[in-house]
């Protein structure tokens, strides 16, 4: 893969670990630090520019930092998340994160084109030395 986009950003969110026998299981927040890398094959054009320079755009990429209100996943309670269920440990949050994130990206790629070559890789800390990886 000779191309690898590679963003962070962080966002606020409350939750609670229901059944946890301990603090994990009363409601706290954290704020949760995202590293996301993506490789491609091939250089595509985007929403914002038509000629093939670009992996993907990296406003794609950041769509979790925004305001849960404005679709994202900032200042969101996370149990109560339509995407996201009740089980919201750092595993099932990476998870979704790389679901959503692959979903928005071959969204915005040009009629035709599936994306195939895209590989993304998520990391998600809970705390600054606590972090999740997830990719396929
Ligand atoms: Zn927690």
Redesign the pocket.
Known sequence: MPWKLQTEFTFDSA?I?TGYDGP?GRL?G?TYRVRLELTSERLRPSAHVQRDIMVADFKTLKWAKKDVAQGGLDHAYLNEHPDLGDDTTAEVIAAYLHRETLRRVRESLSPGDGGEDLRLKVSLW?TPDSCCEYWE
């Open positions: 939750h670990i994990c706290h954290h809970e």
